[in-house]
């Protein structure tokens, strides 16, 4: 409560001083499916098919800024189940998720987007996609679950590796 005659800028020049807006915050503001495409091109023929289909599973991950301290982070799945008579079914899945970041050093932040935000994403997109599966016609896909976390670290380690590789000079070079 504001003391009795005190000027309402006052307070928020207290809020500002108190040092909130300088703690370090990261969070999942919304998700959404962006973008989903379900293919069943052999239909209805492919349900007289009795061979399993060979499930392909492709993923990736995006991140867009929206604004200073928003991103967009996209998650894409690209899913083709098929057999040698061709593609039982196609689905293709963009889900996002809007992620808030406030006062986080860069690495951080690009740790959060590219392997937090995707792990916290995946259980969601994952049913879309199962339910798309269904709709389809066909068993529920359950994708098995990624280590978003243990990838990133990998390609950050390819990615100092080859660095490095860059960057060395070749023996007898000068500096």
């Known amino acids: 409560m504001a ?10 020049t207290n809020l500002d001083n ?49 604004g200073d301290e928003v991103s967009e982070v996209e998650l894409k799945i690209n899913i083709t189940a098929s057999t040698e008579k061709g593609p ?38 994952r049913r879309v996609i199962a339910d798309a599966v269904r709709d389809a016609g066909f068993p529920p896909l359950m994708v098995e679950p990624i280590d978003f976390n243990g990838l990133y670290i990998q390609q950050l380690q390819a990615k100092r590796a080859q660095e490095g590789n860059v960057t060395t000079p070749a023996p007898g070079a000068g500096a």
């Open 88 to 125: 039982a079914y196609i689905i293709e899945l963009s889900y996002c998720g809007l992620v808030g970041i406030r006062n986080i050093p860069d690495d951080q932040a690009h740790a959060f987007m590219f392997a937090e935000t995707p792990r916290i994403l995946f259980p969601f997109a």
């Open 18 to 66: 108190n040092g909130a807006d300088n703690q370090p915050a990261a969070g999942i503001i919304t998700q959404y499916v962006k973008d989903l495409s379900v293919e069943n091109p052999n239909a209805p023929d492919v349900y007289q098919w009795t061979e399993q289909p060979k499930v392909d599973v492709q993923f990736n991950i995006g991140a867009v800024p929206k």
């Open 3 to 12: 003391e009795e005659g005190a000027n309402p800028g006052d307070v928020l």
